[in-house]
């Protein structure tokens, strides 16, 4: 079942994670909510190189990418105000202290959780 929610639909959302085939799940789940998909990168470089572009209005970000901590990318996306979320088979185990608090998606993760995670941190 494909769902259209109105409060995500032509939001461009950087997805960071190096599993192909979970990025291009990701990528799936993102369009059934009229997302436009940044990247996905499947490295820290790749993505920091989106995020210094700047046309991203929030962030999925696997916790460990390519065996690297993706936390860097996070302080960067937060100094330029962009929200994001996390999304880790560890859940909020797997962040530093600097970043505790922040969104976690436990994978794995429906769609569903994906959708009222995501729409949760567009609204606030």
Do not use: W
């Not at 991203?56 to 979320?85: C, H, K, M, Q, T």
């Not at 970043?99 to 998606?105: C, E, S």
């Not at 993760?109 to 995670?117: G, K, S």
């Amino acid at each position: 079942m494909t769902t259209t929610v109105t409060s995500l639909k032509g939001l461009r959302i950087l997805v960071v994670e190096d599993e192909m085939l979970v990025s291009m799940l990701l990528e799936d789940m993102l369009g059934d909510f009229g997302c436009v998909v940044v990247g996905p990168a499947p490295d820290l470089d790749e993505a920091m190189s989106l995020v210094e572009k700047g046309e991203i209005d929030a962030a999925l970000l696997d916790v460990n990418v390519s065996g690297r901590p993706i936390f860097p990318v996070a302080d960067a996306l937060r100094e330029r105000g962009v929200p994001y979320i996390f999304a880790s088979g560890y859940g909020e185990a797997g962040l530093t202290d600097a970043h505790r608090g922040a969104p976690v998606l436990q994978k794995p993760f429906r769609q569903a959780d994906l959708e009222r995670t995501l729409t949760a941190l567009v609204a606030s």
